[in-house]
């Protein structure tokens, strides 16, 4: 019963910004970890970001740290990213993703997840 729906994807030159988003539906998500993991085709999914229940503290895959910002609104359920100084590489389908755990970047620790959106970056 629980859903989560990402938005905010498109296409953006190299050097732009996209702010995505992610709702949740049907639960609130206040004790749950939130996190962003990407996958572009024929490459395995991977982390990108996370953040606690409290939103004091965040995690960030090397490759876009500086870059991206993770924030949520417990209130209205939502997780948002926020990725400026884009990268052709950064090119990939965006999940957001729930776990009732603590272990940020593991893909299989998270219980819920979205359908994703596309991000594509030209250069």
């Known amino acids: 019963q629980v859903q989560l729906v990402e938005s905010g994807g498109g296409l953006v030159q190299a050097g732009g910004s996209l702010r995505l988003s992610c709702a949740a539906s049907?639960?609130?998500?206040?004790?749950?970890?939130m996190g962003w993991f990407r996958q572009a085709p024929g490459k395995e999914r991977e982390f990108v970001a996370a953040?606690?229940?409290?939103?004091?503290?965040?995690y960030y895959a090397d490759s876009v740290k500086g870059r991206f910002t993770i924030s949520r609104d417990n209130g209205k359920n939502t997780v948002n990213l926020q990725m400026n100084s884009l990268k052709p590489e950064d090119t990939a389908v965006y999940y957001c993703?729930?776990?009732?755990?603590?272990?940020?970047?593991?893909?299989?620790?998270?219980?819920?997840w979205g359908q994703g959106t596309q991000v594509t970056v030209s250069s």
């Open positions: 993703a729930a776990q009732r755990g603590s272990l940020y970047s593991v893909a299989w620790n998270y219980n819920y």
């Open positions: 049907g639960r609130t998500f206040g004790n749950h970890v």
């Open positions: 953040i606690n229940w409290s939103g004091d503290n965040t």
